[in-house]
């Protein structure tokens, strides 16, 4: 009774993280692009009208301010949805337009260089706002725009976010104001601190994280109805919900939307292994060995449990790993602290649950563990998990290897099931003869 209490208590008081706190996640451990193999999908009004995308800066209107911004920032040509983005973006007349596609593939940076490349500097007024679901996403994106603009000191940004004050009727200099919808609004109806007819660009940035939040939506919807109707009005999202989009076509008139499909992860560069053991101990002795016999660069090793990751922590660390723990009731900082050190390679063995692992960039491992196999409330094997875990996308993925350690009773045909649900092999590994792994 005492041990199905204690399971109880460990898996539950786990808390999944909040669609803001994992935006936020994903965006700071995202270092670099994520490619695509996909290609940009776009609806237009007017289909006849001539699409044409870009391969290079140099071919888009830019200042060369800004261009040498960019290239300052090591981009060297722009990303899939940048090259049909930015030439509608950047058109004159301005286009509207919806945008989606996954964390990762150049939203922010194609509306950031928009935002500055429609500003005037010589005049000291706000004349684009871009909205944010939360302060820590809006001084993300300022961060970027402050990089961009780096060859560009006359152009500022105001942050309109918790905390920053104005005082009644205070006026403000800066071309831009990024921000969350509540402080903006503040700014805009109690202070008065700029005329929101003279807005050009207007970016609803992470809107599919914004409508979860009633009170966001509604703000941003009025704050919508101050600007002018000449505004270039631009949406983005990282996902392609119904009611995302519903949304985003009552506030954008007339868009032209642009998608970019996610890349769909795969287990075709992987090979797959089990273990039967019996017992966490085995486990444990397993893993160690595995260690004794191959050279294992980074590894996640993915645990049911706290209780487990803790105690695998504990044991691997005492065999002289430099192991780091992602589990338990731990704050988004505390995550991304956490991961930026495993990234940055300073622990090679990161042991973690489930819930905690949101936000890894899996690509760059080469070893993930299956401790336990991860399976659903009924007790079934959790394909999808399955699959976050260890897959890669498209071609870009490296090779990887995924090993499973199963307790011979139970676990075998849920191991079987996760077989020929994939249709790929997952073949038989002994740890203390570990040849095949070479
Ligand atoms: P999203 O807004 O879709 O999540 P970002 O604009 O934040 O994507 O870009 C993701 C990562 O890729 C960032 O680290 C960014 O600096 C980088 N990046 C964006 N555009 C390019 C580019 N054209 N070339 C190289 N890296 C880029």
Redo the contacts with the bound molecule.
């Keep these: 009774m005492g041990y199905w209490q204690f399971i109880f208590v460990d898996v539950v008081d786990e808390k999944p993280l909040t669609k803001e706190e994992n935006s936020l996640l ?2 700071v451990l ?5 490619q695509s193999t996909k290609e940009v999908e776009v609806q237009r009004k007017d289909p006849k009208s001539p699409l044409y995308s870009v391969k290079s ?1 140099e071919e888009l209107p830019l200042k060369e301010a800004l261009r040498r911004g ?1 290239y300052g ?7 899939k ?2 090259e049909t983005a930015l030439p509608m973006l950047l058109a004159d007349p301005p286009n509207n337009m919806i945008a989606q ?12 260089l928009t935002m500055l490349s429609r500003v005037n500097p010589e005049e000291s007024f706000p004349q684009v706002i871009c909205l944010s679901p939360t302060m820590e996403l809006a001084k ?1 994106t300022g961060a ?1 725009a402050e990089q961009m603009a780096k060859y560009c000191p006359e152009v500022k940004i105001a942050y309109a976010i918790r905390g920053n004050r104005l005082s009644r009727g205070e006026k403000l200099t800066s071309q831009i104001i990024i921000g969350t919808p509540g402080t903006l609004m503040d700014w805009i109806l109690k202070v008065r601190a700029f005329d929101p007819k003279k807005i050009r660009v207007f970016v609803l ?1 992470e809107a599919d994280v914004m409508i979860d939040t009633q009170g966001h939506k509604d703000q941003s919807v009025r704050i919508h109805k101050f600007l002018p109707k000449d505004c270039q009005m631009l949406l ?1 999202s ?1 996902t392609y919900e119904e009611q995302v989009m519903k949304f985003a076509e009552s506030i954008i008139p007339e868009p032209i939307v642009i998608r970019l499909r996610r890349e769909e992860e795969s287990l075709e560069n992987i090979r797959q292994f089990y273990v039967v053991c019996t017992g966490m101990e085995q486990k444990f002795e397993s893993l160690s060995n595995m260690y004794g016999v191959i050279s294992i660069g980074q590894c996640i090793v993915f645990c049911h449990t706290r209780k487990a990751a803790a105690w695998l922590s504990e044991k691997m660390s005492r065999e002289g790993h430099s192991v780091a723990l992602l589990s338990g009731e731990i704050t988004v900082e505390q995550r991304i602290a956490v991961l930026n050190r495993f990234r940055a390679g300073k622990e090679k063995l990161l042991i973690t649950t489930n819930v905690c692992a949101r936000g890894i960039d899996i690509e760059q491992v080469s070893v993930v563990i299956n401790f336990d196999l991860p399976m659903d409330r009924f007790n079934a094997p959790d394909f999808e998990t399955y699959l976050h875990r260890i897959g890669r996308t498209g071609r870009f993925g490296r090779y990887g290897l995924a090993v499973n350690f199963v307790n011979e009773g139970r676990d075998l045909p849920l191991l079987k099931k996760i077989e020929e649900h994939f249709g790929r092999p997952i073949e038989e590994l002994n740890t203390n003869d570990v040849d095949a792994l070479e």
């Design positions: 994903t965006k995202r270092a670099k692009l994520v800066f960019v920032m090591g981009f060297n040509s722009p990303s949805i940048q596609s996954q964390s990762g593939t150049g939203k922010t940076a194609a509306f950031v993300q970027v940035d983005f990282a």
